[in-house]
């Protein structure tokens, strides 16, 4: 059987990403990075909604029916859906203003890894984030201790977990 993929939304993004869908409003959401941009689809690809923000977007976490968790260049952004109100509620990396917020994902237990990367040309200097019950944490790398080989993450992007454990 073979199955060929079809395009869903034309929306002639810069660089979307982070796709996720909501179960309860039927909605896909995504990111245009580049273009500081939110989106909402209905299951058959027609955009619903936009917002627009001063800051990049990266990735997006469900948090209730009326309310996402933005991962943006300075830090965690609650967004309600109704209001479109936007509240900041967590720093990210403010000593790092080269870095931005990057590609992320909710563990089942709730958790949120969040991905950090290079905005442009310069130092290497991405890390991965656990985000649980108002605690950040720096998993990695964990400065003062970076190496010449943890100094190598540029692009952080934590992968989604699975939904049972891996047989090692």
């Known amino acids: 059987m073979t199955q060929t993929a079809q395009l869903l939304v034309d929306s002639q ?17 995504w990111v245009d990075i580049n273009n500081k941009e939110l989106f909402a689809a209905s299951a058959d690809g027609e955009i ?3 917002w627009a923000f001063d800051e990049m977007m990266a990735a997006i976490a469900i948090v209730d029916r009326d309310t996402l968790v ?29 870095n931005r917020g990057n590609d992320s994902r909710v563990h089942p ?27 950040l944490q720096r998993i990695s790398p964990m400065p003062p201790f970076r190496t010449r080989r ?19």
Do not use: N
């Open 150 to 168: 943890a100094s190598l993450l540029m692009v952080a992007a934590p992968i989604g977990p699975t939904p049972r454990p891996v047989a090692s």
């Open 109 to 135: 237990s709730g958790a949120f890894w969040i991905g950090t990367m290079v905005k442009d040309e310069g130092p290497k200097d991405g890390a991965v984030y656990h985000y649980l019950a108002g605690k």
């Open 70 to 98: 933005l991962v943006g260049e300075t830090g965690l952004k609650r967004l309600d859906l109704q209001s479109g109100a936007v509240e900041h509620f967590f720093d990210l990396e403010r000593d790092v203003p080269t």
């Open 13 to 29: 993004c810069a660089l979307g990403e982070g796709p996720v869908w909501h179960v309860e409003r039927q909605q896909l959401f």
């Open 48 to 50: 619903q909604q936009s």
